[in-house]
């Protein structure tokens, strides 16, 4: 039986170097496996000021919404990403699907 070496040094610190750059981005981690090395991630949904984006639409007469529509798209979903080392040594990252 052959034994399969998934990483290399260069690898697992490029791996590292990205999860700590998601870690700085606001990311936490929520499952860690070093045998197969990959590391899921999320970042909670922000709550948005909704007075303040109605009060600000009144004012510039409904162009306002165009940000506040951005603002729920963009910050309103949980996000999930996996980050890992495939087979062949190259490094990855997904969104995971959220239920």
């Known amino acids: 039986m052959k034994n399969h070496s998934f990483t290399n040094e260069k690898n697992l610190d490029r791996f590292y170097e990205m999860i700590a750059a998601k870690k700085r981005n606001g990311f936490v981690v929520t ?27 009144c004012i510039t007469f409904g162009l306002w919404l165009l940000v506040w ?25 997904d969104k995971c699907l959220s239920v």
């Open 31 to 57: 499952e860690h496996n070093e045998k197969l090395p990959y590391v899921v991630l999320s970042k909670e949904k922000k709550t948005i000021n909704h007075a303040l984006h109605l009060f600000l639409s």
């Open 69 to 93: 529509v951005y603002l729920l798209l963009k910050f309103s979903i949980k996000k999930e990403i996996l980050l890992a080392v495939d087979e062949d040594g190259n490094l990855f990252e």
